[in-house]
């Protein structure tokens, strides 16, 4: 495998064969690629990884006070990931959009905040879990409803964010 071949990990055309690209960050868009421009890639890492702590400690939180109990439906992780879809919807429109907020917002609390707050990996093994203990329609419900209520909560915190922050038509 080559240094930069990573399964898993989308190619784009024109790249060179072999080279993965990581889906959250592309250096080609010159906001990204600021951020780790001129040795602020030490203050990205560290603001990823702080916010990382801080949303992955909130969601160990809510799942604490919400258990799903046996045989019961994960509602905490649904609900933990269509928040977090929502709220990465309304910071990406300020964000990238916008342009509002510090350099490292973004990463903060995009990358490290939010995307350790969200939780696809327990969607997923939660679902193979019931699954395996015969609870198919559970399953199939987490499975869809999870997506569906994600992407229904980015797409309208998106839309909303945009309303909210764009600019006042002029007066005729």
Excluded at 89 to 115: D, Y
Excluded at 128 to 152: C, D, I, K, N, S
């Amino acid at each position: 495998m080559s240094g930069g071949d990573v399964p898993g990990l989308p190619h784009r055309p024109g790249d060179p064969a072999g080279a993965a690209v990581d889906p959250d960050v592309d250096l080609r868009v010159p906001v990204q690629r600021a951020e780790t421009a001129g040795g602020r890639a030490p203050a990205v890492l560290a603001a990823v990884a702080s916010g990382g702590a801080l949303g992955a400690s909130a969601r160990h939180a809510v799942l604490l006070a919400w258990p799903a109990g046996p045989g019961g439906f994960p509602w905490a992780v649904l609900v933990v990931n269509a928040v977090g879809s929502a709220l990465i919807g309304a910071l990406m429109v300020l964000v990238s959009e916008r342009g509002r907020g510090h350099r490292l917002a973004r990463p903060f609390l995009g990358t490290g905040v939010l995307g350790g707050f969200t939780t696809y990996s327990t969607y997923a093994l939660d679902t193979v879990g019931m699954v395996e203990r015969g609870q198919v329609a559970t399953a199939l419900a987490h499975l869809g409803g999870t997506f569906v209520a994600a992407l229904g909560a980015v797409w309208a915190a998106t839309a909303v964010t945009r309303a909210l922050t764009a600019a006042p038509a002029a007066p005729r």
